[in-house]
């Protein structure tokens, strides 16, 4: 059992840059938390529908929906 910071908390991430996605899913990961990494709003939408995370982490200014709105 991980022992960090996050250990349990279901985050889900959301940035259509991959970069950025692995990024923020390898440090979570690393403290712990249950990851989920999507590339789209429309993918979050699908999933926070069935099962809301503990935290949610989004870029910005993405091409198909603002993002913001998903908060």
Same mark, same amino acid.
């Given at each position: 059992?991980?022992?960090?910071?996050?250990?349990?908390?279901?985050? /889900?991430?959301?940035?259509?840059?991959?970069?950025?996605?692995? *990024?923020?899913?390898? @440090?979570?990961?690393? %403290?712990?938390?249950?990851?989920?990494?999507?590339?789209?709003?429309?993918?979050? /939408?699908?999933?926070?529908?069935?099962?809301?995370?503990?935290? *949610?982490?989004?870029? @910005?200014?993405?091409? %198909?929906?603002?993002?913001?709105?998903?908060?």
């Amino acid at each position: 059992m991980d022992s960090g910071s996050l250990a349990g908390i279901r985050a /889900l991430v959301v940035d259509d840059r991959p970069d950025n996605l692995d *990024l923020v899913d390898f @440090i979570l990961t690393q %403290e712990g938390a249950i990851v989920t990494a999507v590339t789209s709003a429309t993918e979050t /939408l699908a999933i926070i529908s069935k099962n809301l995370p503990d935290i *949610l982490i989004s870029g @910005i200014g993405m091409p %198909e929906k603002d993002t913001i709105l998903l908060t």
